[in-house]
T-cell receptor, first 112, second 112 residues
C-alpha cells in the first residue's frame, strides 16, 4: 500500500497562475483533508471531505477550491495564486471524520 | 472553536520520561483530544487520541483530567529519534461540522 500520495512534490508558480494539487489514498478511507503549513507554524485546515460527494470549509478556505473526484482522490485548486499561498500543502485521510489521519509527503509550493 | 496552548519548546535527555501539557479551556462536550508527531519535511503522524481519563498505547500515554480543560502527553524513556514537533489537537466532528485546529506545537529536543 502506498498510503497517501501527493503530486507534485515541488512547484513554483507566478502570481496569478492556477494549478491543481492532486491527492490519492489507497486505504479505502471515507474522509480526506487538505492542510497548509507555513514555516515554523502548525498546520491549518483548508478544506475537508467527510465522505465521497461532500466537501466543507476548514479554517483557511479563501483562495482555494476542492473536488472530491471519487473515494480515492481529493484535489485542491488554486485559481489565481498569490505569494501568500507559498506554503507546504499536506493531504491526509482517515477512515471516518476525526479519527487517526494518515498524511501524505506534502507539496512544497512557491508563488513568486 | 477550541484553541490549544502548548509550550513552544522542551528539552530532555535520553531515557527520561517527557510530559507535554496542552491547555484547551474552551473544549466542547463532543471534542476529542488527539496528539500528532511531526519530523522535519514530513507529514504529521498520529500518536494517540482520547476523550477522558487515561489512554495508553505502545508509544505514549494520554492523561485527561475530569474537567478536560487540559491534557498531558507522556512519552516514556525518550530517545534521540523522539526529537520532533508534537501537536495537540481538539476537534469536534459531530454532524459534519467538524474542525481541527493544530496549534504551533511543542518542539521536543532530546539530548544524549
Amino acid at each position: 500500500n502506498a498510503g497517501v500520495t501527493q503530486t507534485p512534490k515541488f512547484q513554483v508558480l507566478k502570481t496569478g497562475q492556477s494549478m491543481t494539487l492532486q491527492c490519492a489514498q489507497d486505504m479505502n478511507h471515507n474522509s480526506m483533508y487538505w492542510y497548509r503549513q507555513d514555516p515554523g507554524m502548525g498546520l491549518r485546515l483548508i478544506y475537508y471531505s467527510a465522505s465521497e460527494g461532500t466537501t466543507d470549509k476548514g479554517e483557511v478556505p479563501n483562495g482555494y477550491n476542492v473536488s472530491r473526484l471519487n473515494k480515492r482522490e481529493f484535489s485542491l485548486r488554486l485559481e489565481s495564486a498569490a505569494p501568500s499561498q507559498t506554503s507546504v500543502y499536506f493531504c491526509a485521510s482517515s477512515d471516518t471524520l476525526g479519527n487517526e489521519q494518515f498524511f501524505g509527503p506534502g507539496t512544497r509550493l512557491t508563488v513568486l | 472553536l477550541a484553541k490549544t496552548t502548548q509550550p513552544i519548546s522542551m528539552d530532555s535527555y535520553e531515557g527520561q520520561e517527557v510530559n507535554i501539557t496542552c491547555s484547551h479551556n474552551n473544549i466542547a462536550t463532543n471534542d476529542y483530544i488527539t496528539w500528532y508527531q511531526q519530523f522535519p519535511s514530513q507529514g504529521p503522524r498520529f500518536i494517540i487520541q482520547g476523550y477522558k481519563t487515561k489512554v495508553t498505547n505502545e508509544v505514549a500515554s494520554l492523561f485527561i483530567p475530569a474537567d478536560r480543560k487540559s491534557s498531558t502527553l507522556s512519552l516514556p524513556r525518550v530517545s534521540l529519534s523522539d526529537t520532533a514537533v508534537y501537536y495537540c489537537l481538539v476537534g469536534d466532528f459531530s454532524g459534519n461540522t467538524g474542525k481541527l485546529i493544530f496549534g504551533q506545537g511543542t518542539t521536543l529536543q532530546v539530548k544524549p
